[in-house]
């Protein structure tokens, strides 16, 4: 065998790989993975706050009672708001997130209003449960936010790759991908935490 043609054996695998690696064979499942850990914790932060509300409900309840209506359709939309799930394998499906993302803005509508309405009760608002719920509430919104700008962001990145040279040859004929879907405001504001003043 001769040298020239050992040289070009020895080649043969690392140019297979680097042709491998150029068309997203290891970066686009790497990209995908990505956002759906990314959507992970967008699940999650809504959970905590759905599960700061029952306990924002029952403090509420305990202090007000004339506010019966505006406590049943925030603890209807709690429950609304954790029964739509998106999976990580659902977010290419526009009308899935768009589900996820109604459910969650009735829940933010309600709490809106519940916490609006607690001016009321001058000994709520001295609560220290309250107080202690209101400010986890807060934190949570804002986690909230940190948690969809992040998911958009490895949504963009997943997305651009493949759809750009050479990423796209693996995405379309290897994977089978399909742009995800990122999740975005449906009212002005939205994707700010709530500005909650008890005037205390």
């Known amino acids: 065998m001769t040298r020239l043609r050992r040289f070009s054996l020895f080649l043969l695998p690392i140019f297979g790989a680097m042709v491998l690696t150029a068309c997203g064979i290891n970066s686009v499942p ?9 959507w992970a914790d967008v699940q999650a932060q809504y959970q905590r706050r759905a ?22 359709k925030v603890t209807e939309a709690r429950a609304k708001a954790t029964s ?3 999976s990580a394998d659902q977010l290419s499906d526009p009308s899935k997130v768009l589900a996820f993302r109604q459910a969650q803005n009735e829940l933010s509508q309600g709490l809106g209003r519940l916490l609006a309405s607690v001016e009321a009760y001058p000994d709520l608002k001295a609560n ?9 509430l807060e934190g ?10 992040d998911y958009n962001g490895a949504v963009q990145a997943y997305n651009t790759r493949i759809r750009t040279f050479p990423d796209a040859i693996g995405a379309k004929l290897i994977h089978g991908a399909k742009p995800m879907t990122p999740f975005e405001a449906t009212t002005p504001g939205a994707e700010e935490a709530p500005k909650v003043d008890f005037g205390g």
């Open 30 to 38: 790497t990209a995908e993975e990505e956002a759906k850990a990314k």
């Open 84 to 86: 739509v799930q998106v």
């Open 51 to 72: 599960n700061l509300v029952g306990n924002l409900v029952a403090t509420v309840k305990a202090a007000g009672k004339q506010e019966q209506d505006t406590l049943v």
């Open 140 to 149: 949570t919104e804002n986690r909230i936010a940190v948690a969809i700008r």
């Open 128 to 136: 220290e449960n309250f107080l202690q719920l209101q400010s986890q």
